[in-house]
């Protein structure tokens, strides 16, 4: 059985980076401007076009999943280059559309083959590793639904927790969750969030950027050396990349990559943001 795997750009892979995966890209509105993730629009792009808006005082961008024809269109093309099962992996329900988009773009289609849908109810590296591993369930000649089985499986060994300058960009656009109540009073503190349950959730309120950092490594070293850690950042690469050190120190060498998030999730924490995707051992 050819079984493609798709997956969408909230999940900071880029189109063309890997083979095997197909990464459908979310889209960025600036205004009137609209462009497709990772596509037209670059990640370095985006950031400075985000830090000159808030420099300037401009309209801040906003986010919508891909249309179902998107999603169709691409199935589609993946049915015609001879797949006979999708299994398709997206960023949490509850902080995006694109999973029911996606759903609707399969029943576009005529004489669909076997489909599966994961939710893996989190973001960021999170959703690529468990792309990931539905591609190597697959090429190691597992049926589609176990191939599927091995997206959720990771998915629910991931954590995903991160700190934001401001609660404005989260508030805007809706994507708060259980930690909402905090909008109101704590829009100026540094709060650290995670993604519980496919909602952000915040965990610890630590009131300096120093302080945020060091508890997003005690975090990710809280138990024991992970089987995968992805340091994202929204231009702070410096910051990034001084907690990618601490943390592979602590876990004997490990490679840390240092991520810049992609513009569909940068829109939503806003700069000077750092979190972290851990994939803890099963």
Same mark, same amino acid.
């Given at each position: ?5 798709? @997956? ?28 497709? $993730? %990772?596509? @037209? ?20 961008? @906003? @986010? ?19 797949? $006979?099962?999708?299994? #398709? ?34 973001? #960021? ?10 591609? $190597? ?10 191939? =599927? ?10 954590? =995903? ?6 609660? $404005?960009?989260?508030?805007?656009? %809706? ?42 490594? =005690? ?28 943390? #592979? ?27 972290? #995707? ?5």
């Amino acid at each position: 059985m050819s079984i493609a795997i798709v @997956t969408d750009s909230a999940s900071d892979l880029e189109q063309g980076e890997i083979d095997g995966i197909t990464v459908i890209p979310l889209h960025l509105h600036f205004g009137d401007e609209v462009f497709e $993730d %990772g596509v @037209t629009l670059t990640k370095p792009d985006f950031w400075q076009r985000l830090n000159r808006v808030v420099d300037e005082g401009g309209t801040l961008p @906003t @986010t919508s999943q891909p249309a179902p024809g998107a999603f169709r269109d691409t199935y589609q093309q993946l049915i015609d280059d001879g797949a $006979d099962g999708i299994i #398709s992996i997206h960023i949490s329900g509850k902080l995006s559309g694109t999973l029911n988009s996606a759903r609707q773009g399969a029943s576009l289609l005529e004489d669909a083959p076997p489909f599966e849908f994961v939710d893996t109810e989190t973001a #960021s590296m999170s959703v690529a590793w468990a792309a990931h591993a539905a591609l $190597d369930a697959a090429r190691e000649g597992a049926g589609i639904e176990q191939a =599927a089985e091995a997206a959720r499986e990771s998915a629910a060994r991931s954590q =995903a927790v991160l700190f934001v300058e401001t609660l $404005d960009y989260l508030q805007r656009g %809706g994507r708060i969750g259980r930690a909402r109540h905090l909008a109101g009073r704590l829009l100026r503190m540094r709060p650290l969030l995670e993604v519980i349950d496919g909602e952000i959730v915040d965990v610890e309120k630590p009131r300096t950027r120093k302080k945020a950092l060091d508890r997003i490594y =005690a975090q990710i070293v809280a138990q024991g050396a992970p089987e995968r850690v992805a340091i994202m950042h929204g231009g702070v690469e410096s910051d990034a990349r001084d907690l990618a050190d601490r943390v #592979s120190a602590a876990c004997d060498g490990m490679n840390v990559p240092v991520v810049l998030s992609s513009p569909v999730i940068g829109a939503h924490v806003g700069p000077g943001t750092v979190g972290a #995707s851990v994939l803890r051992r099963a």
